[in-house]
T-cell receptor
Framework: NAGVMQNPRHLVRRRGQEARLRCSPMKGHSHVYWYRQLPEEGLKFMVYLQKENIIDESGMPKERFSAEFPKEGPSILRIQQVVRGDSAAYFC????????????FGPGTRLTVT | GDSVTQMEGPVTLSEEAFLTINCTYTATGYPSLFWYVQYPGEGLQLLLKATKADDKGSNKGFEATYRKETTSFHLEKGSVQVSDSAVYFCALWDDKIIFGKGTRLHILP
């Protein structure tokens, strides 16, 4: 049973470009969470999604950031017009339907904005 | 709001030393508590958990006890190994996971 998959593992973007981060949850998991980890910081919750629904986006910046989890395919975290402050590691986690605290994390995508 | 505070690192120990990483929390209710471990280049892995007061979570020789009276969940291991070198995160669950800043642990052979 494959774990949570994220790609790419490393992403370099110039200021102003768009970044797309992908997350495939574990088989059987219908809940996806995105977290951001800044250098020397813990993970900060960004958004919680179920298939075709955003359940909680209280941690998402109001502008430039969006997330989706379509019926088919991976969850996507999209950052438009990236700035240097967006440089961070972005982690995705998934959980089975009724155990949201049992989250399984992917290896993360390290975004560097130059 | 809810928060988690853990001791700052890095913590450097010799192999077979005793480990304690302190963690305290602030929450309005009685949240579930966790320790996660992050090995270099990898995502977080759940190390252990406790869901109610006085519960003891344990895994791979690590232990932590949910202390309601001191709002603490300190991580301990009696004899660390070089392979335990990683970053350790204390966290609580209260409708979402809230993480501490992490403690980097270096074990010297």
């Amino acid at each position: 049973n494959a774990g949570v998959m994220q790609n790419p593992r490393h992403l370099v973007r110039r200021r102003g470009q768009e970044a797309r981060l992908r997350c495939s949850p574990m088989k059987g998991h219908s809940h996806v969470y995105w977290y951001r980890q800044l250098p020397e910081e813990g993970l900060k919750f960004m958004v919680y999604l179920q298939k075709e629904n955003i359940i909680d986006e209280s941690g998402m910046p109001k502008e430039r950031f969006s997330a989706e989890f379509p019926k088919e395919g991976p969850s996507i975290l999209r950052i438009q017009q990236v700035v240097r402050g967006d440089s961070a590691a972005y982690f995705c986690a998934s959980s089975p339907p009724r155990d949201s605290y049992e989250q399984y994390f992917g290896p993360g995508t390290r975004l560097t904005v130059t | 709001g809810d928060s988690v505070t853990q001791m700052e690192g890095p913590v450097t120990l010799s192999e077979e030393a005793f480990l304690t990483i302190n963690c305290t929390y602030t929450a309005t209710g009685y949240p579930s508590l966790f320790w996660y471990v992050q090995y270099p280049g990898e995502g977080l892995q759940l190390l252990l958990k406790a869901t109610k007061a006085d519960d003891k979570g344990s895994n791979k020789g690590f232990e932590a006890t949910y202390r309601k009276e001191t709002t603490s969940f300190h991580l301990e291991k009696g004899s660390v190994q070089v392979s335990d070198s990683a970053v350790y995160f204390c966290a609580l669950w209260d409708d979402k996971i809230i993480f501490g800043k992490g403690t980097r642990l270096h074990i010297l052979p």
